[in-house]
Structure formats: structure tokens, C-alpha cells
């Protein structure tokens, strides 16, 4: 069965770095849109970035010029990087994807990592 493991998370200061990674694994036939979702106690998850299949991305106001998001299709990984991080930035980090595999087409999501910005 298809697996997404998410790896990455982190304590770090405001100001620095993090880079996250979900790696794909399973009976893989093609992978579609991936992204980052986060959430924190009490609060809805929100998407952070997004990137399609083709390259186009998308991000949240809060995370724009701060975060990148990319692919590698053949690794089936999707990243996260993560600069300039703020104390708000502090959530659950979860990925998701829409996957191709047996019986079609499904929507996916991580076990989520841990991000925390604190000084």
C-alpha cells in the first residue's frame, strides 16, 4: 500500500531554517499534486504550498518569500524549505498528495512532523 513518510521537523530559533521532506513509497504508478498542510491546537488545517505535477505552485500569504516548495519525481519526494522562520510558523507539518496506484486515484496525507520556532 502507498506510505507517505514525512521527515525534517525540528526545534530552531526565529530567523533560521528547516527543511522538510515526504517521501512516497508503494505500488506507485504516478504521483499528481503534493503539498504541505499545517495545523495547531484548536485551529483547522491550512495549506501551506502546493505544486502540481507540472511544476506550478501556489503558497500561502503568511509563508510567500519565506518558503519553497519542489519535487523530485523521480526520488516521488516532495520538500519544503523553510526560511526566515517566525514563532507563528510553529504547527504540525503534514503532506499531502494525490497518487495514482492500484484502484486509481487517491488523496494521501502524512503522519505529520513537528515544527517549532522558539527563541
Known amino acids: 500500500q502507498v506510505q507517505l513518510v514525512e521527515s525534517g521537523g525540528g526545534l530552531v530559533q526565529p530567523g533560521e531554517s528547516l527543511r522538510l521532506s515526504c517521501a512516497a513509497s508503494g505500488n506507485i504508478l504516478g504521483i499528481y499534486n503534493m503539498g504541505w498542510y499545517r495545523q495547531t491546537p484548536g485551529k483547522q488545517r491550512e495549506l501551506v504550498a502546493s505544486i502540481s505535477s507540472g511544476g506550478n505552485t501556489n503558497y500561502a500569504d503568511s509563508v510567500k518569500g519565506r518558503f519553497t516548495i519542489s519535487r523530485d519525481n523521480a526520488k516521488k519526494t516532495v520538500y519544503l524549505q523553510m526560511n526566515s522562520l517566525k514563532p507563528e510558523d510553529t504547527a504540525v507539518y503534514y503532506c499531502?498528495?494525490?497518487?495514482?496506484?492500484?484502484?486509481?486515484?487517491?488523496?494521501?496525507w502524512g503522519q505529520g512532523t513537528q515544527v517549532t520556532v522558539s527563541s
Open positions: 499531502n498528495e494525490d497518487i495514482w496506484a492500484r484502484g486509481g486515484v487517491k488523496n494521501y
